[in-house]
């Protein structure tokens, strides 16, 4: 009885092993989705706004420096 109560145990302990590895898998997979989708917006959106803005910066002080 008593070795049947720990074999219940360790397997549900073994069980609850499996299911944090399953959802520490598919956090890792859903991170990485989303990773992918923010740098796709960094790389199409934000990096040709930041350009801009320096291109906007670096004529500007220079324009001033110069007069």
Not at 13 to 32: D, T
Not at 40 to 57: G, K
């Amino acid at each position: 009885m008593l070795l049947a109560a720990a074999a219940a145990v360790a397997a549900a302990a073994a069980l609850a092993v499996a299911a944090a590895a399953a959802a520490a898998v598919v956090a890792a997979a859903a991170a990485a989705v989303t990773f992918h989708r923010f740098s796709r917006v960094i790389h199409t959106r934000l990096l040709p706004l930041l350009l801009l803005l320096l291109y906007y910066y670096t004529t500007t002080t220079t324009t001033q420096r110069r007069q």
